[in-house]
T-cell receptor, first 112, second 112 residues
Framework: KNEVEQSPQNLTAQEGEFITINCSYSVGISALHWLQQHPGGGIVSLFMLSSGKKKHGRLIATINIQEKHSSLHITASHPRDSAVYICAVLPAGGTSYGKLTFGQGTILTVHP | DSGVTQTPKHLITATGQRVTLRCSPRSGDLSVYWYQQSLDQGLQFLIQYYNGEERAKGNILERFSAQQFPDLHSELNLSSLELGDSALYFC???????????FGPGTRLTVT
């Protein structure tokens, strides 16, 4: 079993829909990242969070440390949101030194 | 634009050859990370440097080596290349190990 599991693996939506991508992890962490990767390959950091909730535009990320679970929400989805969304955790502990462990990614396609 | 630069963007080489990938971190960032993204393995952490010193190692092959120079740029050296080394190689940087990481555009390596 992977240390970081994302669901769903594939997600198709119509423009305007509310989208949720989930991430569960099995190790203690000091922080969790949500990343976006477009078809061209570049990776953009969306959020880094260690507790609670963060919002940036139409994107909202939440984390529940006790339940080892995070969600990424996209409100009013748009075709330009089509990308792969990747959850990555930074394990707790002094030897981690920023050593991210990645989920397998969620492929999101938003149709007009 | 994350502020992290990587060169070259694309590299095509033959099996058995050696290549060097270069990364310049964001201004002020002391930590540099190298990641490999292949179709079958997803994103994997290779190695991390902080202010010139190696701090963490992932599943990096012995044929691969890296270093961070006094001006904080980093190089990843891949030798005795095999077909399976074909992948996207990303560099990321952060202020420190527990801070948000910013990814470069990647180098696409094709080994023929």
């Amino acid at each position: 079993k992977n240390e970081v599991e994302q669901s769903p693996q594939n997600l198709t939506a119509q423009e305007g829909e509310f989208i949720t991508i989930n991430c569960s992890y099995s190790v203690g962490i000091s922080a969790l990242h949500w990343l976006q990767q477009h078809p061209g390959g570049g990776i953009v950091s969306l959020f880094m969070l260690s507790s609670g909730k963060k919002k940036h535009g139409r994107l909202i990320a939440t984390i529940n440390i006790q339940e080892k679970h995070s969600s990424l929400h996209i409100t009013a989805s748009h075709p330009r949101d089509s990308a792969v969304y990747i959850c990555a955790v930074l394990p707790a502990g002094g030897t981690s030194y920023g050593k991210l462990t990645f989920g397998q990614g969620t492929i999101l396609t938003v149709h007009p | 634009d994350s502020g992290v630069t990587q060169t070259p963007k694309h590299l095509i080489t033959a099996t058995g050859q050696r290549v060097t990938l270069r990364c310049s971190p964001r201004s002020g960032d002391l930590s540099v990370y190298w990641y490999q993204q292949s179709l079958d393995q997803g994103l994997q952490f290779l190695i991390q440097y902080y202010n010139g010193e190696e701090r963490a190692k992932g599943n990096i092959l012995e044929r691969f080596s890296a270093q961070q120079f006094p001006d904080l740029h980093s190089e990843l050296n891949l030798s005795s290349l095999e077909l399976g080394d074909s992948a996207l190689y990303f560099c990321a940087s952060s202020v420190g190990p527990s801070h948000e990481q910013y990814f470069g555009p990647g180098t696409r390596l094709t080994v023929t």
